[in-house]
């Protein structure tokens, strides 16, 4: 499967400041996800997005579906210690098919 | 919301042994199930797409000989690796897939299970 392209790598942020991270793929997907993973375990979904320019919010995080349909970014306001972990992207050609993931996002947030 | 469990968890084995890891769908039916795999800092990377009843297929550059996928119900997808080396120590994880037939468009593969993670020494 293809590989997307996540950036940045990583982020090192205080707590109360964004974050925003984004994906981009060469091919176009139906579904764009977002997940994060903790240490030893396994992702877990945090937004879907199915329709190219949706825009859907979960708290404090926004995810938009970028209206190519080969991209998308993610939004966290106002970060917390609990922030921490490691952000995926994935992107999903139809319902179905496996998940193309991105390389991760490792945000850390300090106190 | 559904569930997918793993076990175990850990497994820790000798060179050249075979090593069984389970994935089960508690609370739907997954005709479906996707392999992964995730090595330190690194993402996941599928392995091969597990279909009830019939033979998986594996991603280009997976051995399917060496990983032996049986997927004979529709709660349960299994991954053999089968004579273990150190080089496949890594991070197993799967997901499983609702009914395609009744999951809304779009949302298939929402459901990952806690991994497994494999030391071969």
């Known amino acids: 499967g293809q590989q997307l392209n996540q950036s940045p790598q990583s982020m090192f942020i205080q707590e109360g400041e964004d974050v925003s991270m984004n994906c981009t793929s060469s091919?176009?997907?139906?579904?764009w996800l977002w997940y994060k993973q903790d240490p030893g375990e396994g992702p877990v979904l945090l937004i879907a997005?199915?329709?190219?320019?949706e825009l859907t919010s979960n708290g404090r995080l926004t995810a938009q579906f970028g209206i190519t349909r080969k991209d998308s970014f993610l939004n966290i306001s106002a970060s917390i210690p609990s922030d921490v972990g490691i952000y995926f992207c994935?992107?999903?050609?139809?319902?179905?098919?496996?998940?193309?993931f991105g390389k991760g996002t490792s945000l850390l947030v300090t106190p | 919301g559904a569930v997918v469990s793993q076990h175990p968890s850990w497994v820790i084995c000798k060179s050249g042994t075979s090593v069984k890891i389970e994935c089960r769908s508690l609370?739907?039916?997954?005709?479906?199930m996707f392999w992964y795999r995730q090595f330190p800092k690194q993402s996941l990377m599928l392995m091969a797409t597990?279909?009830?009843?019939?033979?998986?297929?594996?991603e280009q550059g997976v051995e399917k000989d060496k990983f032996l996928i049986n997927h004979a119900s529709l709660t349960l997808s299994t991954l053999t690796v089968t004579s273990a080396h150190p080089e496949d120590s890594s991070f197993y994880i799967c997901?499983?897939?609702?009914?395609?037939?009744?999951?809304?468009?779009?949302?298939?593969?929402?459901?990952f299970g806690e991994g497994s993670r494999l030391t071969v020494l």
């Open positions: 997901s499983a897939i609702l009914n395609p037939g009744l999951a809304p468009a779009g949302t298939g593969e929402l459901f």
């Open positions: 091919s176009i997907f139906n579904t």
């Open positions: 997005l199915y329709k190219a320019g």
């Open positions: 994935a992107g999903q050609l139809d319902s179905g098919y496996a998940l193309n």
């Open positions: 609370d739907f039916q997954a005709t479906t």
């Open positions: 597990s279909n009830e009843g019939s033979k998986a297929t594996y």
